[in-house]
């Protein structure tokens, strides 16, 4: 694809890779976190809830971040191109919140000392403003839709990275 203006796919490009190995690195590291912190057996309910947290937004920060690049193979012009990413993290981020709000209620039962109901509260609203700002590129994309796409990306990795910092720091009780 030719070289167009500043928010091109070009131009865009080493932002896109930037980002998928960032998020690619917390899922990592959070591999490694887990085994470190794991006593022999399965991992407990609220362990597999955390972790299913942490690389549910890392991973699909992950191929988010790859999807336009896709997008871009298949000759999809831009601003439209920006657009139809958008409305694939539009559809990921329904799914991945509805399952994070639904479960986080249930385990919020089990271990309530994990939750603070500000940072998840505002967790929360940020994935909604997200995905409002995602259907508005996907319905009207323009000069600046790739810098709303990638805003929606690292919004993912500050997502992965709070939780990534959570799992470390703040430890359910013994039950």
Request: no cysteine.
């Amino acid at each position: 694809m030719a070289r167009q203006g500043s928010g091109s796919i070009v131009d865009t490009a080493d932002s896109l890779s930037t980002i998928a190995a960032a998020a690619l690195g917390i899922a990592g590291f959070s591999g490694v976190m887990t085994a470190f912190m794991q006593r022999p057996g399965r991992l407990t309910t609220v362990e597999s809830y955390r972790v299913a947290v942490l690389l549910g937004v890392s991973f699909g920060g992950l191929f988010l971040a790859l999807a336009p690049m896709a997008l871009e193979r298949f000759d999809v012009p831009e601003p439209a191109l920006w657009g139809r990413a958008s409305v694939l993290m539009v559809a990921y981020s329904v799914v991945a919140v509805t399952v994070y709000l639904a479960s986080s209620r249930h385990i919020a039962r089990q271990a309530p000392e994990i939750f603070n109901r500000y940072l998840f509260a505002g967790i929360a609203i940020g994935h909604f403003v997200n995905i409002g700002l995602q259907l508005n590129n996907a319905l009207r994309p323009n000069a600046v839709a790739s810098g709303i796409y990638v805003l929606g990306l690292i919004w993912y990795l500050a997502h992965a990275a709070i939780q990534f910092s959570r799992m470390l720091f703040v430890q359910p009780g013994d039950r």
